[in-house]
């Protein structure tokens, strides 16, 4: 090949070389270009993503009475029905059993020659021979001696473990039993409207429903089986857990994010409506799994826990209470109700704005901590450990009219009591300076053993009209029912129980009890007693 041909294939292979490194590099940026384009492509579909999600959460918060869904509760269903877990020790002791050889065979004693003609040879042969034959019986009853003793730990230890496992099997099945009896015993309760077994009911019931997350599902719950009142007092979410991304965008230009958000005013009325739904399903899973029929009336406290920014203290407040009948309740279909109307239509009790966090008065609340079941202690003026339920009717009249006087006149309000009755109820009128809350006040004890009828509630009511005072307080040893809390909503009307007259009596030093049954038999003691005076004189 010539010298110019040489050097144009140099030339054609340098060509192709730097059109294949221009098409490498032309692949490289096509690539960079793609992948730059997919990462953009993913930024948005992320933005997008996160703000479906943000508006996803909130839907399901608003949406719990919507998609309320049907809870059926067996008890059968909290019975342990399973077998004992761990299945019975095999017999594989035998294989660790021991066997002994053959029992020693005696052999003939073999003479030779000599030992024939010799009878002292063979004579010493014979005794040697035996000699040998029982040191080999020995030593096999020492070695059967040893298996056996090995042989009967082993067995030993089999028995002892399969021992140990029937005692275990015996205790799981006599727990189950116990356990599956006590399941029973609450069913039994619960269709006969006891108090332990209506609390065990509804706890599962309340434990099986359905919210999303942002809820908390922590409560107290207390049944009083004489008015057939449930009270709930439920835990809140805080307002700061409600998602506030309105919408993300991804900035291509500046390849960043950028989040919007609700404003306060938009969360307020989320918050606002969450809490009423929560209240309303909680009011109506009740209800509608209430199979014995156990429930008349439902009061729903709700509590909040947070931080109170005045003080910077974390605090627990009511700020949400509602009190409904159980016949007025089903009438309404709650998968399409409006909340705020139908918390309003039952009367609820909240600040303007539930979101503003304002602390109100719970409709009811049973106090589990008090001394209701439990003897007093020390304490002042004469009704140190007394069951106040029990006590003179003219004795309980001036307890209270003390009691309020201690409460309300360091504020400057005056108290006069009327004439004392034998109603065993005080009409007493309290005058209070205070010219937003104040003016002219009646109050009204009834020192019962049993629940208040709605009548009372009423005729308070009414003496409330005709004396043109401004509020009504009625005061119970006892309870109220659910048509003394019905009647007594949005009137200028305050129910205090045996509670709250225990825990008035602490804050202003007294220690006294309640005990209903206790005051039962002494007043019907002291009403026999009174008979036989009577037909003697």
């Known amino acids: 090949m010539s010298r110019g041909g040489f050097v144009t294939i140099i030339n054609q292979m340098a060509r192709e070389a730097d059109q294949a490194q221009r098409n490498r590099i032309r692949e490289i940026k096509q690539c960079e270009k793609k992948r730059a384009t997919q990462e953009k492509e993913d930024a948005i579909w992320s933005a997008k993503e996160k703000t479906l999600e943000a508006n996803k959460e909130r ?63 063979r004579e010493r042969k014979t005794t040697e021979h035996n000699k ?91 049944y009083d089986p004489e008015t057939k009142i449930i009270i709930i007092n439920h835990a809140l979410p805080p307002i700061g857990s409600i998602n506030n991304i309105k919408e993300v965008k991804y900035i291509i230009s500046r390849n960043a994010f950028k989040e919007t958000y609700l404003k306060p005013t938009e969360i307020n009325s989320i918050y606002n409506n969450a809490i009423i739904q929560l209240c309303l ?30 003080i910077g203290k974390e605090e627990t407040k009511c700020i949400i209470s509602l009190q409904t009948t159980r ?27 539930i979101s503003e966090l304002v602390p109100i008065a719970p409709i009811a609340i049973f106090n589990k901590k008090d001394r209701r079941f439990v003897d007093g202690h020390d304490v002042a003026a004469g009704i140190s450990g007394m069951n106040i339920a029990s006590m003179h009717w003219e004795e309980f009249e001036h307890l209270i009219r003390e009691l309020f006087e201690k409460e309300f006149c360091k504020n400057g309000a005056e108290i ?45 009511y009414g003496t409330v009209m005709n004396e ?50 206790e005051a039962k038999m002494i007043l019907s003691k002291q009403e026999e007693t009174r008979l036989v005076n009577h037909s003697l004189d």
Request: with cysteine; proline share 4%.
């Open 281 to 310: 399903r909680v009011t109506h899973d009740i209800y509608t799994t209430d199979i014995a029929k156990s429930v008349t009336s439902i009061v729903f406290n709700g509590w909040l826990t947070d931080v109170d920014r005045s």
């Open 132 to 222: 040998k034959f029982q040191k080999k019986i020995d030593r096999w009853h020492r070695l059967d001696e040893i298996i056996k003793k090995d042989n009967e730990k082993v067995k030993l230890d089999y028995e002892q473990t399969v021992e140990a496992w029937n005692n275990r099997r015996k205790a799981f099945e006599k727990n189950q039993k116990i356990k599956n009896k006590k399941i029973d015993l609450l069913k039994h309760d619960y269709m006969r409207m006891k108090k332990e077994g209506v609390e065990f009911y509804f706890n599962k019931v309340l434990k099986k429903s359905e919210y999303p997350k942002y809820y908390i599902k922590k409560w107290g719950l207390e």
């Open 327 to 353: 016949d007025e309740f089903l009438k309404i279909n709650i998968k399409k109700v409006d909340p705020s109307l139908c918390f309003k239509r039952f009367k609820g009790r909240s600040a303007a704005k």
């Open 468 to 517: 043109g005072a401004s509020k009504g307080i009625l005061v119970t040893t006892s309870n109220y029912g659910a048509d003394s809390y019905n009647f007594a909503k949005n009137k200028p009307l305050t129910l205090l129980n045996g509670s709250n007259l225990l825990h008035l009596l602490e804050e202003n030093g007294f220690n006294a009890k309640i005990d209903l049954i």
């Open 59 to 121: 839907d399901n918060i608003l949406n719990i009475l919507p998609n309320t869904k049907p809870i059926t509760i067996s008890f059968e269903d909290y019975k342990e029905t399973g077998s004992f877990p761990k299945s019975m020790p095999k017999p594989n002791y035998l294989s660790k059993i021991k066997k002994n050889y053959s029992y020693p065979i005696k052999e003939k004693v073999k003479f030779s020659i000599k030992e024939r003609l010799f009878k002292e040879l």
């Open 416 to 460: 006069k009591i009327t004439q004392a009755s034998r109603d065993g109820g005080v009409d007493a009128v309290m005058f209070d300076p205070d010219p937003i809350r104040g003016g002219k006040i009646i109050i009204q004890a009834k020192r019962y053993t049993n629940t208040v009828g709605v009548s009372a509630v009423r005729d308070l």
